[in-house]
């Protein structure tokens, strides 16, 4: 797997032959383009990192600070050779829904992709969404098993969605405190 665009396009990622299930070029591709150009000067966080191709791609796009949340140690030995050399980057291990508050607030961009049908996807976007995770105005990118699909609730805006086979990707929006938008 491979950095798909950006100052680091083509760098190689690597990843454990079990246990991932890393984010697939195309869907890296359509996340970014959904994005566009949000990612330039952005505060990133990628939550259940793995092995980090998702914030990995921000920073090559020209996000200036990404964190990086994974709990599993063999996994964090992948992703730390993954960010290794790579300005603004930095991995926290924990469990995501535990290291959360302690994150602070004001991203202007969350990745989040979950282990997929563990019940995660909404208890994440609902945390994300009390302790001000992502600054208002900011996007929440959920990736997520078509099963699983997130409901914003008065927080979030759903500006859109995407399906790549089982995987569909969620773009939420959050709105300011009194929930009336951008």
């Not at 991203?107 to 909404?122: E, H, K, M, R, T």
């Not at 500006?159 to 929006?173: D, N």
């Amino acid at each position: 797997m491979r950095v798909c665009a950006g100052r680091y396009k083509g760098r190689t990622l690597v990843y454990p032959r079990t246990g991932l299930r890393p984010t697939k070029d195309i869907t890296r591709q359509a996340i970014f383009n959904m994005l566009g150009s949000l990612s330039c000067g952005a505060r990133v966080c990628d939550l259940f990192a793995g092995g980090g191709a998702l914030g990995i791609e921000a920073l090559s796009r020209g996000a200036v600070e990404a964190i990086f949340v994974e709990k599993s140690p063999a996994v964090l030995r992948f992703l730390r050779m993954n960010v290794r050399g790579l300005a603004g980057a930095r991995v926290l291990r924990g469990d995501v829904l535990a290291v959360m508050p302690r994150l602070g607030s004001g991203f202007d961009i969350v990745l989040a992709d979950p282990p997929y049908l563990n019940g995660l996807v909404q208890a994440t976007l609902d945390k994300a969404a009390d302790h001000g995770l992502v600054r208002p105005g900011g996007v929440f990118v959920l990736e997520h098993h078509r099963q699983e699909r997130p409901v914003p609730g008065a927080a979030w805006e759903l500006v859109r969605q995407g399906r790549y086979g089982e995987t569909w990707v969620s773009l939420l929006r959050r709105q300011d405190v009194e929930g009336k938008g951008k």
